[in-house]
């Protein structure tokens, strides 16, 4: 489907209040047209599962009734009593862009404000120490590809999605060369990195294409990595909550700021186009550390 293409797919959204196939019939017809359209759009894998997937959480909502602008209030009620503000947001962003390409504008939700989170939650902080615990689990458990892998994401900061580029042929160069919706990626490979990844690919004979593959030789991909971190969490003696594959490029980026002390650079290194993205990454660890900062000597 075309871009300025009129789909006619509300008709799909009324089905009889006795049909339990109703909402199946609008997922699997309908809103394959708007994957496609999304995929045109050039959106990541990752963005379009989730576009589809919180638009389908609606289509179940409404269950066969009309598409109106106070059903879709109603809705977004609903998530926010729910969620948190930030997932609220997340799902009310999906549901305007399916809106847009509807050509119903006038269903469309305003997001939330929220006041911009000055400190971490502890509950999600991943500190040095615990990331040294999750590699020496990784180690002594035998998980070498495990262990270099955590490595190689810690000590780049890139995205997870970004991991099947890590290639042997980029090991050569020193460098992650990437390209993607036009854009282009340098992720420079740290000399000690550099050192552990070929010894890695020297022991288990991998002498070209992604160094971190499966069994069946395809790359590992967020779903195999997530599940193989979760079970270094006992034995490493850190929270589940902590441990997954995105908060090893926070590590990256708390690190490298503590250090540099320079947000621009650390923006370029992350791959971020604006720097209010990057300063999420550079929170102070707690609101005692936050209240600490606070102490000026006014009082």
């Known amino acids: 489907m075309r871009k300025n293409q009129k789909p006619h797919i509300i008709k799909h959204v009324r089905c009889r209040e006795s049909d339990r196939t109703g909402g199946e019939y609008f997922m699997h017809h309908e809103l394959e047209h708007y994957g496609q359209y999304l995929t045109e759009c050039e959106k990541s894998k990752n963005t379009i599962e989730k576009y589809l997937r919180d638009v389908r959480a609606f289509v179940r909502y409404m269950g066969g009734r009309e598409l109106e602008r106070a059903e879709v209030l109603r809705y977004k009620k609903e998530l926010l009593a729910q969620y948190k503000i930030t997932s609220a947001n997340s799902m009310l962003t999906a549901l305007n862009h399916f809106f847009k390409w509807l050509g119903r504008n006038e269903l469309c939700m305003k997001t939330c404000r929220q006041q911009r989170q000055i400190f971490r939650d502890a509950e999600k902080d991943l500190t040095r120490e615990e990331y040294r615990r999750l590699l020496q689990t990784a180690g002594r458990e ?158």
Not at 164 to 193: D, W, Y
């Open 142 to 299: 035998g998980k070498e590809r495990l262990r270099c892998l955590l490595q190689a994401i810690a000590g780049t900061g890139m995205r997870i999605g970004e991991l099947s580029c890590l290639t042997v042929e980029a090991l050569k160069k020193k460098k992650i060369e990437i390209h993607f919706k036009g854009k282009q990626r340098i992720i420079l490979i740290p000399r000690t990195l550099e050192m552990i990844l070929r010894d890695y690919c020297r022991k288990y004979r991998i002498k070209s294409g992604c160094i971190f593959c499966t069994v069946s030789g395809k790359p590992m991909d967020r779903k195999n990595i997530w599940k193989e971190m979760k079970k270094l969490c006992r034995g490493a003696r850190v929270a589940e909550t902590k441990v997954f594959p995105h908060n090893l490029r926070h590590l990256f980026a708390r690190c490298f700021y503590e250090q540099e002390k320079d947000l621009v650079r650390l923006a370029d290194y992350l791959g971020h186009s604006s720097i209010e993205t990057t300063r999420r990454y550079t929170m102070l660890t707690s609101e005692e550390v936050c209240k600490k900062s606070l102490e000026l000597d006014l009082f």
